[in-house]
T-cell receptor, first 112, second 116 residues
Framework: GENVEQHPSTLSVQEGDSAVIKCTYSDSASNYFPWYKQELGKRPQLIIDIRSNVGEKKDQRIAVTLNKTAKHFSLHITETQPEDSAVYFCAASIGYGNKLVFGAGTILRVKS | DTEVTQTPKHLVMGMTNKKSLKCEQHMGHRAMYWYKQKAKKPPELMFVYSYEKLSINESVPSRFSPECPNSSLLNLHLHALQPEDSALYLC???????????????FGPGTRLTVT
């Protein structure tokens, strides 16, 4: 079936460094790729997304890149801050209906 | 306004109880979702409603019964649950893919359910 693999499962960085989280997907019909941030005890919060007609999208310190040929997409966070510490989930739409498949998540720790 | 609300925030129920979870959005979204999330795991899709009709049921046990009374409301009726059903239940909404584009999904704060 459709699946999304996410790596790494945990990531520790020093404050000010960059963090990169990578996902691969299996459904060639996937065309929408959101990223969610979930702090402890809170709801998943949409932080950035990308559609298949673009290769990169930026929003301040956050960027997402998409390689449709390789079925890869990545989240890049620059100048990390302690408040970036959270679990990050990638997701991909599948070819029919209103459905997202989520990656297993990455625990990001930013050390100050 | 990108807010989805859910009630109650917390729920403790016995295995013989019947309870309901409620979700509301006023963003004009016509797709609504129920997810189950266990600790340190991603949200797991349970049900999808499209224009108030059930469009996806991810083989969820019948002790979970969804209902969409109107375009703003989504309920999840619970009956005879098991302890392993204890989890965070998240509601979400989005623009429906029938409009041509799968819209951004916005999550509610969730209901923390404990089955004793």
């Amino acid at each position: 079936g459709e699946n999304v693999e996410q790596h790494p499962s945990t990531l520790s960085v020093q404050e000010g460094d960059s963090a990169v989280i990578k996902c691969t997907y299996s459904d060639s019909a996937s065309n929408y790729f959101p990223w969610y941030k979930q702090e402890l005890g809170k709801r998943p919060q949409l932080i950035i997304d990308i559609r298949s007609n673009v290769g990169e999208k930026k929003d301040q310190r956050i960027a997402v890149t998409l390689n449709k040929t390789a079925k890869h997409f990545s989240l890049h966070i620059t100048e990390t801050q302690p408040e970036d510490s959270a679990v990050y989930f990638c997701a991909a739409s599948i070819g029919y209906g209103n459905k997202l498949v989520f990656g297993a998540g990455t625990i990001l720790r930013v050390k100050s | 306004d990108t807010e989805v609300t859910q009630t109650p925030k917390h729920l403790v129920m016995g295995m013989t109880n019947k309870k309901s979870l409620k979700c509301e959005q006023h963003m004009g979204h016509r797709a609504m979702y129920w997810y189950k999330q266990k600790a340190k795991k991603p949200p797991e899709l349970m049900f999808v409603y499209s224009y108030e009709k059930l469009s996806i049921n991810e083989s969820v046990p019948s002790r979970f019964s969804p209902e969409c009374p109107n375009s703003s409301l989504l309920n999840l009726h619970l009956h005879a649950l098991q302890p392993e059903d204890s989890a965070l239940y998240l509601c979400a909404s989005s623009q429906d893919k029938k409009t041509g584009i799968l819209g951004e999904q916005y999550f509610g704060p969730g209901t923390r359910l404990t089955v004793t």
